[in-house]
């Protein structure tokens, strides 16, 4: 079973900044695409970018392009993503997803992932 940890949630005020950590500590394989999505109250969940992780290609949600980061650390067990210029708007539980599996569709959407975290609230607030 591949678990994932998310780390770095907490409040913050609007324009200020926050990186996520996730982890898969007990799973020594490769992943195909790992991804961070978001789901606010009432809404549903919302991809933010993701990535790819043999060659680090990575996509963005129009909503957070230019404003965040999503990266890998040299392990590529580790996904981060750093948020800037946070806005209200971006509060919500924010989870972390792995695909292990190659596809040939699409790492954007969340039926392409196989494994979630439980996910770690952000709070943007003045």
């Known amino acids: 079973q591949v678990q994932l940890a998310e780390y770095g949630g907490g409040s913050v005020k609007p324009g200020g900044s926050r990186t996520l950590s996730c982890g898969i500590p007990?799973?020594?394989?490769?992943?195909?695409?790992m991804g961070w999505f978001r789901q606010a109250p009432g809404k549903e969940r919302e991809r933010v970018a993701h990535?790819?992780?043999?060659?680090?290609?990575?996509y963005y949600a129009d909503s957070v392009k230019g404003r965040w980061t999503i990266s890998q650390d040299d392990t590529k067990k580790t996904l981060f993503l750093e948020m800037n210029a946070l806005k209200p708007e971006d509060t919500a539980r924010y989870y972390c997803?792995?695909?292990?599996?190659?596809?040939?569709?699409?790492?954007?959407?969340?039926?392409?992932?196989?494994?979630w975290g439980q996910g770690t609230q952000v709070t943007v607030s003045s």
């Open positions: 007990k799973y020594s394989g490769r992943t195909y695409c």
């Open positions: 990535i790819y992780t043999n060659n680090g290609d990575a």
């Open positions: 997803a792995a695909r292990i599996r190659p596809t040939s569709g699409t790492c954007g959407t969340p039926e392409a992932y196989e494994y």
